[in-house]
């Protein structure tokens, strides 16, 4: 069975900058994307940004879009997400997921990791 895994979570202040990172274990994965998604207290989960895993195409959500980069290792079964210039609106619970379909939908995802707190202060 695939477990994923997020760390690099953590306190930061806004402008600085954070890298996440997702590992996969129990078996090499090789779905068909990837994607990160986060979740704010009290909010619903939204997405954040998606990579195809074999070609690495990429899509973001316009709140991130231009600030986050996602990108993948394959060889090393590890999704990364670079977070620069980070505003106290990022402040969420991360996740990241592994499905059969590029999308923003999270129903498109059938393997979660358990997420990891990003906390961004003023």
């Given at each position: 069975?695939?477990?994923?895994?997020?760390?690099?979570?953590?306190?930061?202040?806004a402008?600085?900058?954070?890298?996440?990172?997702?590992?996969?274990s129990?078996?090499?994965i090789?779905?068909?994307?990837?994607?990160?998604?986060r979740?704010?207290?009290?909010?619903?989960?939204?997405?954040?940004?998606?990579?195809?895993?074999?070609?690495?195409?990429?899509?973001?959500?316009?709140?991130?879009?231009?600030?986050?980069?996602?990108?993948?290792?394959?060889?090393k079964?590890t999704?990364?997400?670079?977070?620069?210039?980070?505003?106290?609106?990022?402040?969420a619970?991360?996740?990241?997921?592994?499905?059969?379909q590029?999308?923003q939908?999270?129903?498109?995802?059938?393997?979660?990791g358990?997420?990891?707190?990003?906390?961004?202060?003023?």
């Open positions: 069975q695939v477990q994923l895994v997020e760390s690099g979570g953590g306190l930061v202040q402008g600085d900058s954070m890298r996440l990172s997702c590992a996969a129990g078996r090499t090789s779905p068909y994307a990837m994607g990160w998604f979740q704010a207290l009290g909010k619903e989960r939204e997405f954040v940004a998606t990579i195809t895993w074999r070609l690495g195409s990429t899509m973001y959500s316009g709140s991130v879009k231009g600030r986050f980069t996602i990108s993948r290792d394959n060889a079964n999704l990364f997400l670079q977070m620069n210039n980070l505003k106290p609106e990022d402040t619970v991360y996740y990241c997921a592994a499905g059969g590029w999308s939908s999270p129903n498109a995802y059938d393997i979660w358990q997420g990891t707190q990003v906390t961004v202060s003023t």
